[in-house]
C-alpha cells in the first residue's frame, strides 16, 4: 500500500498542505510518526471530491442595490491604492524602530561600559583608602 506525505497529496491534487491536513483532521485519518497515512484510496476520494462542479449562486438586485453595488466596486482601486500606502508606511515604521531599536541597544552598551568604569574606579578608590588606613 502507497502512502503519501500532506504535501505529495496536496500536489497530486493542486490543493495547498493544510487543506489536507483539514481533511486528514476532519477524517480521523491515521498517523505514524506524527505524519498522516494516506492512501490512494484518500487520494482518489478527494480527487473526485474536488473535480465535483460548485453550486452556481444568483442572486438579483434592484436597481438600488445594483447602483450600489457599482459605487463599491469604482471605489474597489482606490481602496486597494489606500492599503499598499499603508503597508508602506508599515514596512518604514517597522524599518524606523528597528533602527530606533539598534540605538537603543549601542546606548545600553555604552552606559553599561560607563557604569563598569565608574565601578572599578570607585573599587580602586576604595582599595587605596583601605591601604592608606592600614
Known amino acids: 500500500m502507497t502512502t503519501y506525505t500532506t504535501k505529495e497529496a496536496a500536489d497530486i491534487l493542486g490543493v495547498l498542505p493544510r487543506t489536507i491536513q483539514k481533511k486528514c483532521k476532519a477524517q480521523k485519518i491515521r ?8 492512501t490512494d484510496e484518500h487520494i ?3 480527487s473526485e471530491q474536488t473535480n465535483e462542479p460548485e453550486e452556481l449562486i444568483y442572486e438579483e438586485f434592484t436597481p ?6 457599482q459605487e463599491v466596486l469604482g471605489d474597489y482601486p482606490k481602496l486597494l491604492e489606500s492599503l499598499q500606502d499603508h503597508r508602506n508606511q508599515i514596512d ?6 528597528d533602527k530606533a531599536h539598534s540605538q537603543m541597544d549601542v546606548l545600553l552598551n555604552s552606559i553599561n561600559k560607563s557604569l563598569q568604569a565608574i565601578q572599578q574606579g570607585n573599587y580602586l578608590m576604595a582599595k587605596k583608602e583601605q591601604d592608606r588606613d592600614q
Not at 438600488?64 to 453595488?69: G, M
Open 64 to 69: 438600488e442595490h445594483y447602483a450600489k453595488l
Open 92 to 97: 518604514y515604521l517597522k524599518k524606523s524602530l
Open 31 to 38: 498517523k505514524k510518526d506524527n505524519k498522516y497515512l494516506i
Open 44 to 46: 482518489n476520494e478527494w
